[in-house]
């Protein structure tokens, strides 16, 4: 290549400091960060957060925490969880339904389908929130569907 085409660099790459040259109007466009080659600019576009135990810089799109199973460890020690589980809708569904097992048999109260696995639990009044006995039936999965969709 001839000497007189070869350009002098006018601006310093924004990541490693390589002098390069650049169009002034991409310069200016680029409001001074400009890169000497593909592998800098995909650098400059990484966002690292820090471990919340070690400190390590880990890359911010995955939503972690912390680098390591070793450092998420570290960090969830003294971490109580719901002790008791106080709220926990499946778990008082499960003691419900394993309540009106011991009570009423293991089959559905409606057709007597007999795998007491899939029997659901119906409020007879539609209220969630009433878990008397009187209120609650065992019913197969069929029988479910009827009560709440083919009735008109």
Do not use: W
């Amino acid at each position: 290549m001839p000497e007189n085409y070869i350009r002098k660099p006018n601006t310093k790459c924004s990541l490693c400091g390589e002098l390069i040259y650049r169009r002034p109007s991409e310069i200016e466009k680029l409001q001074g960060r400009v890169f000497c080659s593909a592998s800098c600019y995909g650098i400059s576009c990484r966002k690292e957060i820090p471990c919340l135990v070690c400190g390590t810089l880990m890359l911010s799109g995955l939503n972690k925490k912390t680098c390591s199973r070793s450092c998420a460890n570290k960090h969830r020690t003294g971490i109580q969880y719901k002790l008791n589980r106080p709220k926990d809708k499946v778990m008082t569904l499960r003691r419900i339904k394993i309540r009106l097992l011991e009570l009423r048999g293991l089959k559905c109260e409606r057709c007597s389908y007999s795998k007491s696995e899939v029997l659901q639990v119906h409020h007879k009044n539609r209220n969630r929130n009433d878990n008397s006995i009187k209120n609650l039936e065992l019913i197969c999965p069929n029988c479910h569907y009827e009560e709440h969709y083919l009735k008109t």
